[in-house]
C-alpha cells in the first residue's frame, strides 16, 4: 500500500496530517489560529450576553410602562370600582373616606351631599329585566384596571354594573334608594330591594358586618342572581311611581324636596304578548306605536310633580336612542328628563359640544343620579355649546368657588381656573383616552 509522504519540521519527519489522530491533528494547529478561535467565541459570547440583557431591560421597560398604563387608566373607573372593590373585602370606612377615594373637586363633593340630604327624598330605579337584555351591544366597565369591556357585552351585564354602582354609592352616602326589576326575577329573588335607608342620618363607619353594608351586598345577590327574561311594561312602572308620589306629595312640598326616577332600560314600551312572534328591535318598535305613546303619556303624566327623571340608555340600536332623544327634545325642559348613554358616547357627545370638559366617569355616575335636580347645567352639558358665564358658573360650581374673574376678563378667568385646578387630582379623559385634568386650558382659552 502507498504510504504518504511525511512532513519535515526542524529535524523530526512527522507522518502527514491525513494519516494524523484527531488529538494530534488539534494539538498541531497554528497558534494564530487558536487565538483567533478563542477571540471570535469571547466576542460572540458578550454580543449574545449584551443582546439578551438589552432583550431583558426592553422587556422589564415594558413591563413597568404597561403597569404604569395600567395603573394610570384604571383610575378611569377608580371613582367609584376603588371603593366599591375596598368594601367587597370587607374593610371598615366612613362617607369621609369614600368622598375622600372619589377624588372630588370640593364644589363638586359639595354639590353631591346637597343634592343627596336637601334636594332628593328617594330614588326609584326602574330596572329593565327583559328578554332583549339579552343582546351584545351592551358597555360595561369591567374593572379599576381597564378601560373598558375587552369585547362584546351584553345590555344586562351593562345594567348589573351601573345598579351595582349606584348601590354602593346609596349605601354608602345614606341615600335611600329603591330598585325595582321590571320583571319577576328568575331564582325567586324579590323584584323590589332597596339600600341606603339604614344609613340615611349616619356618618360613621361601615362595615360588611353590619347593615350598612349588607344592603348593597343583598342588592349584588340579587342582581348577580338574576337572568333577563320577559317584556317591557315601562308604562305600567312609571304609573305605580307616580301614584307613590301623588301619596309623597304633602310631604315632599313641606320639606321642598323631590324625587328622582331613573329608567334603566335597552329599549322602548314593549309588550312582546302583543308583537308579532320573532320580531326584532326594528320590528318591534315599528308594531308598537300605541304602546310607545303610552309611556310618553305615563311620563307626561310626572310633569307637575316635584320629580326629576334620568333615562339611562343601554343599547346602541339607533330608532331607539332616536326614539328616546326626541323624547328628551319634547320633555327635557326645565331639567325634568335628562337622557343618558353610557360612560364613552355621553363623553364624546359633551366633547362636541364642550371640549373644555373632561367628562369623567365620577361626573356621569352623578348625572345618572339626577343631578341635574341640583343645577340645569348638568342637562345641557351633551345638548349646546355653553356660554362663557355657564361656563363660569360651571367652574365655581365644580371648584366650590365664587372667587372668579367675570366672563368678560377672560384672560384673568383661564389663568384663575388654570391655578386652581393644578391643586385637584386628575382623571380619566375617555376622549383622549389619557389622565387629565378637569378643564383643558388651552381650550377653554379659545372659547368664544
Known sequence: LHRPRGVLVGSKKLPAISTMTTRSRSCFLPVHFLLVSIFLTQRANSFVTQVLQHHDVLRDSRKSASLSRRRETGLRAASVSSSTKSLKKGNLGSKDKFLDDLRLPRGLKETLLQNTKHVFSKRIWIVDNSGSMKMMDGHEILSSTELSSSGPTTRWAEVQETVSCHAQLSSMLGMPTDFRLLNPPSAGSPQQFRVGYSNMHNGGPFSLFGRHGSDFQRAERIMSRSQPAGKTPLHTAVQDIRGEVVKMLPQLQADGMKVAVVICTDGCNHDYKRIPSGSGDDKALNHTPQLNQELQEALESLQ????????????????????????????????????????????????????????????????????????????????????????????????????????????????????????????????KEEMSPWIDIENLTNQQ
Open 304 to 431: 307637575g310633580l316635584p320629580v326629576c327623571v334620568v333615562i339611562r340608555l343601554c343599547t346602541d340600536y339607533g330608532q331607539i336612542v332616536d326614539f328616546y332623544n326626541d323624547l328628551d327634545g319634547e320633555l327635557g325642559e326645565l331639567s325634568f328628563l335628562d337622557v343618558l348613554d353610557d360612560h364613552q358616547a355621553e363623553a364624546e357627545q359633551v366633547y362636541e359640544h364642550n371640549p373644555w370638559l373632561n367628562y369623567a366617569l365620577i361626573l356621569h355616575r352623578m348625572r345618572e343620579m339626577g343631578l341635574q335636580g341640583s343645577n340645569s347645567l348638568f342637562d345641557l352639558l351633551d345638548e349646546r355649546p355653553f356660554t362663557r358665564e355657564e361656563i363660569r358658573e360651571f367652574c365655581a360650581m365644580l371648584f366650590g368657588t365664587e372667587l372668579l374673574p367675570d366672563a368678560w376678563d377672560w384672560e384673568s378667568f383661564v389663568a384663575d381656573i388654570d391655578q386652581i385646578q393644578r391643586g385637584e387630582a386628575m382623571h380619566w379623559n375617555p376622549v
